[in-house]
């Protein structure tokens, strides 16, 4: 299962970002093989409140480039159907990035 992060911010010069994580590298490397992202794939790190779980640990792909930013909005308003709380997370996120 992959956990999908909508995170746009006005912070740091207007810097926008969309976040992919995933217990399996092999996963998000033929995502970002696909796509031609730029970004590597990170290990990520134990959260606290997973310390004495028995929880895999997963993969990131951070993606913050103006190109590889427009290729996922061009790929998700296109080809893949967003419903629910994801559709409206990406629709916010898309909005503050012409914001």
Not at 9 to 38: A, P
Not at 58 to 75: E, F, G, V
Request: hydrophobic share 35%; aromatic share 6%.
């Amino acid at each position: 299962m992959a956990k999908v992060v909508f995170h746009a911010t006005q912070v740091n010069k207007g810097k926008c970002n969309f976040m992919i994580e995933h217990i399996d590298k092999l996963v998000l490397e033929v995502i970002k093989s696909k796509l031609e992202l730029g970004p590597n794939i990170i290990r990520r790190s134990s959260r606290e409140r997973d310390i004495g779980k028995d929880i895999k640990g997963t993969y990131m792909l951070n993606i913050s480039s103006k190109k590889d930013i427009n290729t996922l909005i061009s790929l998700l308003d296109d080809n893949i159907r967003l419903k629910g709380y994801k559709l409206i997370q990406y629709n916010q996120w898309k909005e503050n990035l012409i914001t």
